[in-house]
C-alpha cells in the first residue's frame, strides 16, 4: 500500500508542478489555510485564529477553525526552509501536505475490505478509489483544506466499524470521530451514524458490547482532549459551527451514557433497545433544552445573509438541483457502493462477516443519502462506496472472465490461485480504463454539447472560467504590490487571495462568523452608487478592485442591475474614482482586473454615460 501511495505521489507531483510553483491555492480556503499558518509561525498565539488582514479596520475576521491541520503544513516549511527559503518551503510544503492524509485514507479502505472481502483484495480498493473523482480532488497538492483530513478519519472510521476485534474498532470509530470534530463539524452527521451503528450492533448482540464501551470512552476523551488542545478563544463562547462547548457537553454526554448501557448490558435485546432509546432521547432533549440557540442553522447567520450569499453556494444545492452531466458523475459510484455492499450483506447472512457488511451497508447507504442534501457530501459519498464496489468487482470479474478451478489441474494449486489474483487485478485495471475512456471520451462530450450561454446572462461559462482563473494568478496579483500596501475593498471570494499573494489587506472572505463584512460588499456593489463611498469608509478602504466576469459579479449585475458595479461594468466610473496604473505582465496584454484609488475628500458628481 505504501508502495501504491508513494506512486500515486510522485504522479500527482509531477501533473500539478506547475500549480506548486505558482501556489496556485485554488479554493479560498486553502488561500485562508496558508494564511494561518503564516500567521502562526509568525508568532500569532496557538489560540488566536483571527485573520487580521481581512477587515483590519474592524479587528480582523474571525475563522471557526482549529490548528490540527495547521501542524503538517507548518512542518514541511520548517523543514524546507533551510534548504530552500521561505517561499519555496511554502510552495512545496502545500504541494505534499495533502497527500499525507491520503496514506491514511488508504490505509483505512485497505484494512476494511481486507477485513470484509478478502486479504487480496486490498489493490482493487485502492484502483476504485483512483476513480473517485470528488474525493480524490480532496487530496490533490495545493487542496491544503481540511477535508482531506476529514475524509481520512472517515475512511479509518470504516476500518474500524469492520474490525472483528471489539475494542480495538470502538476506538479507531472513537478517536477518528474526535478528531474529526477537532478538525470541523462537516463530518458531525456521519460521526453521528457511525456512533448509532456502533449502538445498533450492542442492541443486535450484546457480545459487542466491548467496542460500544470503547468507543463512548474514546469519543468523549477524544473530543475533550481536542477541545482543551485546539479549540480557538473564539471557540470557547457557545457557538453552534464548531467544537465549542456545545458539542463538547454532547460528546462527553453521549460517550458517558454509551459506557453507562455497556456497563449495565442486559441479556434482553428488547430491554437493550428501550434503553439506548431512551439514551438517545435524553441526548436530544437535553440539547434542545441546553443549547435552544443551535436548533436552527449550525451557522447562525441572518436570513438576509442566507439569501444573499450561504444559499447560493453550489456546493451547499442538493444534487436534483444540478445538471444531469454534473450530477450523474457524483451519485453512480455511491449508488454502485450500496447496492455492492447491500449484495455483500445478503451473501454474508450465514457468516461471521454479517454484522460488519451490514454496518458498512448502512453507513454506505447513509453517504448516500446525504447527497439529496448537499452535493458537497459527494467526496465523502464515494468513499464510502468503496468496499461495496470492491464486493461487486471481486464477484462479476472473475464470474465474467470465467476463472474456473480446473487451472489447478492443469497448474498446481498455488499457482493457479496467483493466476487468479493476477487476473482480478488486472480485470480491475481493464474495466476501469475501459469506464474511464468511455465516460471522458463519450458520455461527457455529449451531454456538454448544446450548453452555450443563453442571451440575456451576464456573462458566457468560458468567460466566468478565465476570469476565475485569470484574476487569482500569482503573476497578475503580484503588479498590486507595485502600489503602496493598503486596505482593498475587492469581491467577497477573491480576499482570500489577495492577501495571500499581494501585501494588501482585504475586506471580506466567504467565512459565515463575519457577515457584516460580507454583507457590506454585496450592499456596496448592488446598491447604487452613492452608497458605495460610505460603506468603504466604515472600513478604512483606499482602494477599489474589481475583476470582471468573475463568478461573483454576475451576482451583482442580477441582483443590481443599476448598482454600483453594473454602472462600472459599463465604463460609468464615479469622478472620485481616481484610476491606478499598473504594468502588464506581458507586452500588449492588459490585467483582467481593474483597480482605483478611492477619494473621499472629492463630492458627488454623477458619472456620464460611457461612450460606445
Request: proline residues 7%; glycine residues 8%; charged residues 15%.
Amino acid at each position: 500500500m505504501a508502495l501504491f501511495w508513494l506512486c500515486v505521489v510522485a504522479w500527482f507531483l509531477h501533473d500539478r508542478q506547475g500549480n506548486i510553483y505558482w501556489l496556485l491555492l485554488g479554493d479560498t480556503d486553502d488561500n485562508m489555510r496558508l494564511m494561518q499558518v503564516r500567521a502562526w509561525l509568525a508568532g500569532q498565539g496557538w489560540y488566536d485564529l483571527r485573520q487580521y488582514r481581512l477587515d483590519p479596520a474592524l479587528g480582523g475576521f474571525d475563522i471557526h477553525w482549529s490548528r490540527l491541520v495547521d501542524l503538517p503544513i507548518a512542518g514541511l516549511i520548517l523543514a524546507f526552509k533551510p534548504f530552500v527559503g521561505t517561499a519555496t518551503a511554502e510552495k512545496w510544503a502545500c504541494g505534499l501536505a495533502p497527500l499525507l492524509p491520503l496514506a491514511l485514507a488508504m490505509a483505512g479502505l485497505s484494512l476494511a475490505v481486507r477485513r470484509l472481502v478478502a486479504p487480496w483484495a486490498w489493490p482493487v480498493a485502492l484502483i476504485v478509489l483512483m476513480g473517485c473523482a470528488s474525493t480524490m480532488s480532496m487530496f490533490a497538492p495545493m487542496r491544503i483544506d481540511h477535508h482531506g483530513w476529514q475524509l481520512a478519519f472517515l475512511a479509518m472510521t470504516v476500518a474500524g466499524l469492520a474490525d472483528p476485534r471489539l475494542a480495538r474498532g470502538g476506538a479507531v470509530v472513537g478517536l477518528s470521530s474526535a478528531a474529526s470534530l477537532t478538525i470541523g463539524l462537516e463530518m458531525l452527521p456521519y460521526c453521528a451514524m457511525a456512533g448509532a451503528i456502533i449502538a445498533l450492533r450492542w442492541i443486535w448482540d450484546r457480545d459487542d458490547v466491548r467496542r460500544m464501551q470503547v468507543y463512548g470512552l474514546t469519543l468523549g476523551g477524544g473530543s475533550a482532549l481536542g477541545f482543551a488542545l485546539f479549540a480557538s478563544n473564539a471557540n470557547q463562547a457557545m457557538r453552534c459551527d464548531a467544537l465549542t462547548p456545545v458539542w463538547l457537553t454532547v460528546m462527553v454526554a453521549a460517550g458517558a451514557l454509551l459506557f453507562a448501557l455497556s456497563l449495565r448490558n442486559p441479556a434482553d435485546r428488547r430491554v437493550r433497545l428501550a434503553l439506548a432509546a431512551l439514551a438517545g432521547a435524553a441526548i436530544v432533549a437535553g440539547f434542545a433544552l441546553l443549547f435552544p440557540q443551535c436548533l436552527g442553522r449550525p451557522e447562525q447567520v441572518s436570513d438576509e445573509l442566507a439569501n444573499t450569499w450561504l444559499n447560493n453556494v453550489r456546493e451547499a444545492r442538493p444534487i436534483y438541483k444540478h445538471a444531469f452531466k454534473t450530477a450523474f458523475p457524483m451519485a453512480v459510484l455511491p449508488v454502485i457502493g450500496t447496492l455492492g455492499a447491500l449484495f455483500a450483506t445478503w451473501r454474508a447472512r450465514r457468516g461471521e462477516a454479517l454484522v460488519g457488511w451490514a454496518a458498512v451497508a448502512l453507513f454506505t447507504a447513509f453517504a448516500s443519502a446525504m447527497l439529496l442534501w448537499q452535493v458537497r457530501a459527494a467526496p465523502a459519498a464515494q468513499l464510502l462506496a468503496v468496499p461495496g464496489s470492491v464486493a461487486l468487482l471481486v464477484v462479476a470479474i472473475p464470474w465474467f472472465l470465467g476463472i474456473r478451478a480446473p487451472f489447478a489441474r492443469w497448474i498446481g494449486e498455488g499457482p493457479a490461485r496467483l493466476l487468479g489474483i493476477l487476473v482480478r487485478v488486472l480485470g480491475t485495471v481493464f474495466a476501469f480504463l475501459l469506464l474511464s475512456g468511455l465516460w471522458a471520451g463519450l458520455v461527457v462530450p455529449f451531454f456538454s454539447a448544446g450548453n452555450d450561454a443563453k442571451p440575456g446572462k451576464p456573462a458566457p461559462p468560458d468567460k466566468v472560467a478565465a476570469a476565475n482563473a485569470a484574476c487569482a494568478r500569482m503573476s497578475n496579483l503580484r503588479v498590486l504590490d507595485d502600489v503602496p500596501a493598503g486596505i482593498v475593498f475587492t469581491h467577497v471570494d477573491l480576499g482570500p487571495r489577495l492577501i495571500t499573494v499581494t501585501h494588501h489587506s482585504g475586506i471580506a472572505g466567504p467565512y459565515h462568523r463575519n457577515g457584516r463584512a460580507i454583507l457590506d460588499v454585496h450592499h456596496a456593489f448592488t446598491w447604487t452608487t452613492p452608497n458605495f463611498r460610505p460603506i468603504a469608509a466604515a472600513h478604512k478602504a483606499q482602494y477599489l478592485l474589481i475583476c470582471p466576469n468573475l463568478s461573483e459579479t454576475t451576482l451583482y449585475r442580477s441582483r443590481g442591475p443599476n448598482g454600483f458595479y453594473a454602472q462600472l461594468a459599463k465604463g460609468e466610473v464615479p469622478n472620485w474614482l481616481e484610476p491606478v496604473p499598473l504594468r502588464e505582465v506581458q507586452p500588449g496584454k492588459p490585467l483582467p482586473f481593474k483597480l482605483w484609488r478611492i477619494r473621499y475628500d472629492l463630492p458627488e458628481i454623477p458619472a456620464e454615460p460611457a461612450r460606445r
